[in-house]
């Protein structure tokens, strides 16, 4: 796994504005306290990125987070205390300590490129998780539902900053690959960047079984935050 936001870490939350963290975190808080049977109240958020969900999810946790990306994780710590964020990889992580819950969300786990490598971000996340405690992943497009070629266009069209980020989507085997190209303007700077993201491909077969591998009870949500669908595991 390798970092990906390389060119466009400082406008992500420009980029994902249209994201609403809020009633996201409410969704998944009310999934969490629908299975949760461990009695404390601590989070990890995994592929926690800027933190944006971590700050909704303080309503009702202490939270710790995890991401691979120093500069994504320099945005949390403006609203997330820095000792509670660690630079590590999904697959390898260890906090020391079991939480009551652990996230990985906005297809996080996609990044894994293949079911081996989601077999060991899947059982490294829940073994961070206390007997009774729950692991919820948002997971990437199924197999047969990444259509490849395609375009598709983000804009940003606030008053000091325009973004025009054009994605190419296409694919390799069971590989997703999405090339960015993009064209950031500010008061100081023209910017031409590009970025390529390799996500695995999965059938929905293959996360439940990476959690039932991982000593989880799994439930499946179809619809989920964002319509990918909510894999739901509780440790036995």
Not at 78 to 98: A, K, V
Request: proline fraction near 3%; hydrophobic fraction near 35%.
């Amino acid at each position: 796994m390798k970092i990906v936001f390389t060119k466009s870490a400082r406008f992500y939350d420009a980029m994902y504005s249209f994201k609403d963290y809020a009633k996201e975190a409410q969704e998944v808080h009310e999934a969490i306290q629908a299975h949760l049977r461990s009695d404390g109240k601590t989070l990890v958020d995994v592929a926690c990125g800027t933190g944006k969900h971590l700050h909704e999810f303080m309503n009702w946790y202490e939270v710790y987070g995890v991401d691979l990306d120093p500069d994504l994780l320099g945005i949390a710590s403006r609203t997330i205390p820095g000792e509670r964020l660690q630079e590590d990889d999904m697959r390898t992580f260890n906090l020391g300590f079991e939480a009551d819950v652990v996230t990985c969300l906005f297809s996080s786990i996609g990044y894994m490129t293949s079911k081996s490598d989601l077999q060991k971000a899947v059982s490294n996340m829940a073994q961070h998780v206390k007997p009774g405690g729950v692991l919820i992943v948002e997971p990437w497009l199924y197999k047969e539902h990444y259509h490849a070629p395609h375009l598709h266009m983000l804009t940003v069209d606030d008053d000091d900053l325009k973004i025009a980020r054009i994605s190419q989507g296409s694919r390799r085997d069971d590989i997703s690959i999405i090339d960015f190209q993009y064209l950031i303007v500010t008061q100081d700077e023209v910017v031409r960047e590009s970025e390529r993201h390799e996500l695995g491909l999965f059938e929905q077969s293959d996360y439940q079984h990476a959690m039932e591998q991982a000593g989880l009870a799994v439930e499946y949500d179809p619809i989920g935050p964002m319509g990918r669908g909510l894999f739901i595991g509780t440790k036995k």
